[in-house]
């Protein structure tokens, strides 16, 4: 403003104008320079800031390389908002690193639309989260059947990726969605590639994408065997793409040890594939079993009556805590006890009777952030102050 007094460390933005050559030389920069500063999500808590380096450029563009498998022939769209980590890593930067163009546009989202987008410009090359995907799962293969066949690979993140989305996307576009895994604090780092010859299994996000090294974790910090649940850390020592350090102005306890620690709960399968369980805040304790939230609410998305579930544990006197379901039916379906039975008795014989949920509330929304990821921790924020009103 005018007049107004700066700051110690502000610029007078008109004064530097006015005094700027018309032209200016290219600054050579070191890789450690920072390129921007990113905000993490907050699915658990308060967002914190993430300053991103110039050096992780390469590992972004790796990824567009190897696990999105972006190809010059390949019309690319990824409908995640430029303004989030994944949309800003690779809807922006990963392509251009690549020299392809990339596709933007600022309707809300809307199945109709984004199969009108993919119809008119002939998108090949698709990526985006879980949230969109059920939603076009929700809406049936006819509103989909005008790009049957079209798109040639299909990669899924921000959540993980429900198998009922997989098979679905198979049968019925003809195409393969494949689970990456990632953070603002990382970039995307366990991956199914499109690109590389792995095995694929259901409900596995993959393995580490080269550059990276894995390990999972007990609460000593010690590297855990195959099929031992723990954290999932990136091997600081042994992971040369890697460039996250620290939080911006703030301390960064997931960083020790020659590790950074995800907070992520995981297995590491014989093979040496990831298996996600779920976030550590978000595991729920039932009778001396651990439940992860993501099997609970992939069985339940099997249903032909859901178009989208959040699982939590509620607290219980007797259980230390109870699993809990929010459910989001499709058209055509309304919510009853009927139902209700029905849903619990499907997870019980799809998992265990220790997993299903004892309660199951049918919900028009769950609370997001603007990513699109399900915030657990508002659910079970909420169920804890109905009980203490009683």
């Not at 991103?52 to 190809?71: G, T």
């Amino acid at each position: 403003t005018p007049g107004q007094a700066l700051r110690d460390g502000d610029i007078d933005w008109r004064a530097a104008t006015a005094a700027a050559r018309p032209a200016l030389e290219p600054v050579l920069l070191p890789g450690g320079a920072l390129m921007a500063l990113l905000s993490t999500s907050g699915t658990t808590g308060s967002p914190k800031g993430v300053p991103v380096p110039l050096r992780a450029m390469m590992a972004f563009a790796s990824y567009m390389e190897l696990a999105v498998d972006l190809r010059a022939e390949d019309v690319f769209w990824n409908i995640a908002d430029p303004g989030w980590a994944y949309g800003l890593y690779y809807a922006v930067i990963g392509p251009l690193m690549l020299g392809h163009a990339t596709t933007f546009s600022e309707a809300g989202f809307s199945v109709h639309g984004l199969n009108t987008i993919i119809g008119q410009l002939g998108v090949t090359n698709l990526a985006g989260s879980p949230t969109a995907y059920r939603q076009i799962i929700a809406a049936g293969p006819a509103a989909s059947a005008g790009i049957k066949g079209q798109l040639r690979v299909v990669s899924s993140a921000g959540e993980p990726l429900n198998p009922e989305i997989a098979r679905w996307f198979a049968e019925h576009l003809q195409t393969t969605v494949l689970d990456h895994y990632g953070q603002t604090e990382t970039g995307m780092v366990v991956n199914n590639h499109h690109a590389l010859a792995h095995g694929v299994r259901p409900g596995s996000s993959g393995f580490a994408m080269p550059g990276y090294r894995v390990a999972v974790l007990d609460d000593q910090g010690n590297e855990l065997p195959p099929r031992t649940p723990g954290i999932l850390a990136v091997d600081l020592k042994q992971s040369p793409i890697m460039w996250f350090t620290g939080y911006y102005q703030a301390e960064t306890p997931a960083v020790a040890d020659g590790y950074y620690r995800t907070g992520d709960s995981v297995e590491c399968e014989d093979d040496g594939s990831i298996s996600f369980i779920g976030r550590s805040d978000d595991l729920i304790t039932s009778s001396g079993y651990r439940i992860g939230p993501f099997d609970v609410e992939s069985a339940l998305m099997e249903h032909p009556s859901v178009a989208e579930v959040a699982v939590i544990g509620v607290p219980d006197p007797e259980r230390t805590e109870i699993v809990k379901a929010f459910v989001i039916l499709r058209d055509g379906f309304e919510g009853s006890d009927a139902l209700a039975h029905e849903l619990q008795q499907h997870v019980r014989h799809r998992l265990s009777a220790h997993a299903y949920p004892r309660l199951v509330e049918f919900v028009v929304q769950v609370p997001k952030t603007p990513s699109g990821k399900v915030q657990r921790f508002l659910l079970r924020k909420a169920e804890i102050e109905k009980q203490a009103a009683g």
